[in-house]
């Protein structure tokens, strides 16, 4: 894979996927252009990009500005196109900035590779939440999709605009369905993200957090490292354009193993379990890991660090750094 | 089925199936309420409606107008949300307004429903298109969804906002997947509805139709009263809320035994078979025709009107009303 010398888009570039992408793709000798809107509630933060902030270009702008992402979109080689409203609750209590941000600003971005780079190649990420309560497990890719909440739909229609402008106009894209992601640069200030971003937060405060129900449920988890792996080879292999991938994990954790896990890798802490709370046991969809042997078979990826090795640098990482993610904010 | 008294309300009203649709719940003594856009690509025509344009309220608004819906929508017992912009062409040239309609409006639609009126019941227009090229024949409701346009992704969001809104808030909405519908009142001035539509205007004119490709291709075609009463019977049927419905017929129909019918039905005409155009040759689906089974089995539900039968109604239809459907428009 030689990324040297070649342009390269992120969107949602300063956050937790988009910074890990492209600190490796910087180190590779590519010229990286990231796109991040800076939005407070949702995961860009320019300390995830210091390492290498003097050799990108940051562009502070929305994807949902269809006049920046036109400019944006001309001269490059590849799009990783990560940007999105990631919140479920958030979609329902305000459906609008959700559709604007994960349906239409895809299409607008699409419609700028087709009308402005049509050689572009395109890598989306998409998310598990399209199956919905998984009706078999593991879960493939031939899984109906189902989402459960209007984040879900939306997400749905922004991953079949990448394969509508694959399967009628020919341009390369390919979808990623990304499960449980995790690791140094996640939002850990509140559990916007992901459950796991609070919990690593409260660990490192000292604090304990909390595990919703009784604990049973299984997830699949993929730490950051891997999930890259995966984005740079679908980028560079053009087997995979015009194809969707599950991402996911060799063996599915419970919810409370996981907690034990992450108790273990931070050598301290404690949780506390209760009951689902209302409003999130409406959208709760079960059991959820995902079979992966899809993109195993066809790119030979699978994941190669281990849930506790993840939990261990994840924990470290934010022990050195909490001061940058969430500072002297109360929860 | 009584609808003596109740509060309708009907988007698309002026359209085709809207309007057939309102002669039915007016005739039965309902208070119905039309929203139509009347914009004059889309299927609104005053003439539909003229028989009954004094025993009912006319809106004429936008369902991208969320202060009129929002308004429009408090006080009814039903709403019959049918209005949607169907040209597949379209959505691809511009895909912005069929984003708006098809998704957006349904949105805030359900957003006005949920806050203003939560006990209303909501029949929504889907449409085959979802399924995209069919895996297997009939095609069920188990199919996987696998739009082909940018069209069938939006209404597919916009049929998802409808289910998940009733899972997650109990709003009572139904889905039907729609098949080809005709009849009296279906836009015959071009093809931008249907092809059946462009045929009927091109018979009764005395001129030859076009049929695209080898004439094998399969469809399935419902008239308008049995899709009417399909909408009928879902609104008033309580096992009906929450689910996903085909509509179809008995016995798919070649499209030159299509075409052959209609010759019948005119007592005249001539068509051409000329190969597909190179852009909707990249939107087909091939052969295409639905299993109904399951509304036949919930809800007993059944067409009545054979195609011949259907095709000269309409023909007669159309002699009779030239003038109000194309006038002295040179096509």
Known sequence: MCFKNRNILITGGAGFIGSNLAIQLVEAGAKVTLVDSMIPEYGGNLFN??????????????????????????????????????????????????????????????????????????????????????????????????????????????????????????????????????????????????????????????????????????????????????MLLCATDSRADGQIFNLGAEHPVSLKATADLLLQAAQAGRYEMIPFPAERKAIDIGDYYADFGKLRRLLGWHPQIELLEGLTRTVRFYKEHQNCYWGDDEL
Chains 1, 2 share one sequence.
């Not at 209590?93 to 604007?100: I, M």
């Not at 939002?187 to 993200?193: H, S």
Request: hydrophobic share 40%; net charge neutral; charged share 25%.
């Open 49 to 230: 990009i210091e390492s290498i902030r003097d050799r990108l270009t940051l562009n502070i702008s929305d994807v949902r500005d269809e006049h920046a992402m036109k400019y944006l979109i001309q001269g490059q080689d590849f799009l990783f196109n990560l940007a999105g409203q990631t919140s479920h609750l958030d979609s329902m209590q305000n459906p609008y900035p959700d559709l604007e941000i994960n349906a239409r600003a895809q299409l607008s971005i699409l419609e700028a590779c087709r009308r402005h780079n049509p050689a572009i190649k395109v890598v989306f990420a998409s998310t598990r939440q399209l199956y919905g309560t998984p009706q078999y497990l593991p879960v493939d890719e031939q899984h109906p999709i189902h989402p459960v909440d209007v984040n879900g739909i939306n997400k749905m229609a922004g991953e079949w605009y990448h394969l509508v402008y694959h399967n009628v106009y020919g341009i390369r894209t390919v979808v990623l369905r990304l499960t449980n992601t995790f690791g140094p640069r996640m939002r850990v200030k509140d559990a916007r993200q992901t459950f796991l971003g609070i919990w690593v937060r409260r660990v490192v405060e000292g604090k304990p957090f909390q595990v919703f129900g009784d604990g049973l449920q299984l997830r699949d988890y993929n730490y950051i490292d891997d999930v890259v792996d995966a």
